[in-house]
Structure formats: structure tokens, C-alpha cells
């Protein structure tokens, strides 16, 4: 699949759920990037400045981004994702916490972050600094990213003029229903594996584990519920194939 548009791209995480942002063929997993170059075996340069498909791509998900259809944020191991609108409720009940959870799962400076968006709304970086107090850039940007991974903040739009700056706002601003969604973790996980099943055609022993950091028993669980389901065939140990595939 080939993209050249915000629209291109909202089309794709619309069909197979979810994908990463400017990451290459070595995360094994689709991105923007790869859709843009439309190679499957796509590598970013080291100049990615200089390189035309990497500056499209990056074109095209601040455009995404300000376009707030789909989800985006660094949600896992520190890359950043975009989302399906359904599949919202599915990372928030893995990733997310509670808001009365808060208290006991976020860091400090993660709490006055959110303390300051909550009363502000939106805010952009170096204002939202300057708002919590915090003297040292590394303290904002370790914050920011708890609160994503959380999936308790999100950039709305990227600017360049007059200087480079997020500005960042509350996810249940941007998705209150899908994030007001209720689902206990198992089904989450199992609905994950089904996704990415249907996304892969075929899963190997551990790799469901290796993408999101599930224990390999709550792997194995979901995908042998797929199997019951009549979902997905079981090949050998560890290794799932989509029953649709002869």
C-alpha cells in the first residue's frame, strides 16, 4: 500500500487498525514511512533530512496529527503511534490507568503536567514548561512522555512558525468516547492479537509477546482463544496462521 496524503493515511489505520509513524522495514511492523516509500523493505537513510520520502512522510503526520481523526502519541517502547478510533479503547485498558489510578501509577512531574493541561486545556511546550515550573527541559519531556504512554495526553498540532513546538492537549479532549469505553485487559489483549493477526496473516513463536511486551502466557492465551474462535489455525508451537489463508 502506497500513500501520498493525510487522507491516504487515515484510510490505511482505518482498515488495518493501527501502525508506527517514521520508522523502517527493522521495526517489522507498517508505518508511515514504509507506506509513503511503498517498499515493504524500506530503510530510512542516515540524511533523512535530504531524503524526499522520509520529509514526505513527515509532511503527511503533522498533517494527520492536525487533522485529529486518528490517534496519536508515543505509546510503546518510545515509538510513536497512530490509532484507529476503535482500537482506542484497546490500548488505553492495556496501557492506560484510571484517573483515580493516577495518584498511584504517575510520577510527580507527570501529575503537575496533567494538573496544568486539565486547567488549561491546551498548552504549547515551552509554555507548558515554563506553566509547571520546571527548570530542566528533560523534566517536561520524561513527563510527556509517562502521559502518553498513559494515553492521558496527546500533540494536537505540530507548528514551525515562529519556532518549532508541540502543542499538547488532554486525549479525552480529543477522544472522550472511545477513551469513556470500558473493556477488562483480557479482551483488550485478545482483540490486540486478533487485530495483528489479521494485519500479519501469520504469527511467530514469541512475537506477539516481543511488539507490545505481553508475558508470553497472556500471548498464547489470546491466541489460542482466536483458534477456538475458529479465528486462526494453529501450526505448531507458537505459531498462528488466519484461518482465511489456504
Same mark, same amino acid.
Given at each position: 500500500?502506497?500513500?501520498?496524503?493525510?487522507?491516504?493515511? $487515515? +484510510?490505511?489505520?482505518?482498515?488495518?487498525?493501527?501502525? %508506527?509513524? =517514521?520508522?523502517?522495514? !527493522? #521495526?517489522?511492523?507498517?508505518?508511515?514511512?514504509?507506506?509513503?516509500?511503498?517498499?515493504?523493505?524500506?530503510?530510512?537513510?542516515?540524511?533523512?533530512?535530504?531524503?524526499?520520502?522520509?520529509?514526505?512522510?513527515?509532511?503527511?503526520?503533522?498533517?494527520?496529527?492536525?487533522?485529529?481523526?486518528?490517534?496519536?502519541?508515543?505509546?510503546?517502547?518510545?515509538?510513536?503511534?497512530?490509532?484507529?478510533?476503535?482500537?482506542?479503547?484497546?490500548?488505553?485498558?492495556?496501557?492506560?490507568?484510571?484517573?483515580?489510578? $493516577? +495518584?498511584?501509577?504517575?510520577?510527580?512531574?507527570?501529575? %503537575?503536567? =496533567?494538573?496544568?493541561? !486539565? #486547567?488549561?486545556?491546551?498548552?504549547?511546550?515551552?509554555?507548558?514548561?515554563?506553566?509547571?515550573?520546571?527548570?530542566?527541559?528533560?523534566?517536561?519531556?520524561?513527563?510527556?512522555?509517562?502521559?502518553?504512554?498513559?494515553?492521558?495526553?496527546?500533540?494536537?498540532?505540530?507548528?514551525?512558525?515562529?519556532?518549532?513546538?508541540?502543542?499538547?492537549?488532554?486525549?479525552?479532549?480529543?477522544?472522550?468516547?472511545?477513551?469513556?469505553?470500558?473493556?477488562?485487559?483480557?479482551?483488550?489483549?485478545?482483540?490486540?492479537?486478533?487485530?495483528?493477526?489479521?494485519?500479519?496473516?501469520?504469527? %511467530?513463536?514469541?512475537?506477539?509477546?516481543? #511488539?507490545?511486551?505481553?508475558?508470553?502466557?497472556?500471548?498464547?492465551?489470546?491466541?489460542?482463544?482466536?483458534?477456538?474462535?475458529?479465528?486462526?489455525?494453529?501450526?505448531?508451537?507458537?505459531?498462528?496462521?488466519?484461518?482465511?489463508?489456504?
Amino acid at each position: 500500500m502506497k500513500v501520498d496524503s493525510a487522507e491516504d493515511v $487515515e +484510510a490505511m489505520v482505518d482498515e488495518i487498525g493501527f501502525c %508506527l509513524g =517514521l520508522t523502517d522495514a !527493522r #521495526k517489522g511492523l507498517p508505518s508511515v514511512y514504509i507506506a509513503v516509500c511503498g517498499r515493504r523493505d524500506a530503510h530510512l537513510p542516515r540524511n533523512v533530512q535530504k531524503d524526499y520520502e522520509a520529509s514526505r512522510a513527515w509532511v503527511i503526520k503533522d498533517e494527520v496529527i492536525a487533522r485529529g481523526r486518528l490517534y496519536y502519541a508515543k505509546l510503546l517502547k518510545g515509538k510513536s503511534w497512530f490509532l484507529a478510533p476503535r482500537m482506542i479503547p484497546i490500548f488505553n485498558a492495556i496501557w492506560g490507568c484510571s484517573r483515580k489510578g $493516577e +495518584a498511584g501509577i504517575l510520577s510527580k512531574n507527570a501529575q %503537575l503536567v =496533567l494538573k496544568v493541561l !486539565r #486547567k488549561e486545556w491546551e498548552m504549547a511546550t515551552a509554555d507548558l514548561r515554563t506553566e509547571c515550573g520546571f527548570k530542566e527541559k528533560k523534566d517536561l519531556t520524561n513527563a510527556l512522555d509517562e502521559l502518553q504512554r498513559r494515553m492521558k495526553v496527546v500533540p494536537q498540532e505540530v507548528l514551525y512558525v515562529p519556532k518549532f513546538t508541540y502543542i499538547w492537549t488532554l486525549a479525552e479532549a480529543r477522544f472522550p468516547e472511545e477513551l469513556a469505553v470500558k473493556m477488562p485487559r483480557d479482551e483488550a489483549v485478545h482483540e490486540l492479537a486478533k487485530t495483528y493477526l489479521e494485519m500479519c496473516g501469520m504469527t %511467530l513463536l514469541g512475537e506477539l509477546s516481543g #511488539k507490545f511486551g505481553f508475558q508470553r502466557w497472556e500471548s498464547g492465551r489470546a491466541n489460542h482463544q482466536l483458534v477456538n474462535e475458529g479465528f486462526a489455525e494453529r501450526l505448531t508451537t507458537g505459531v498462528y496462521k488466519l484461518s482465511s489463508i489456504f
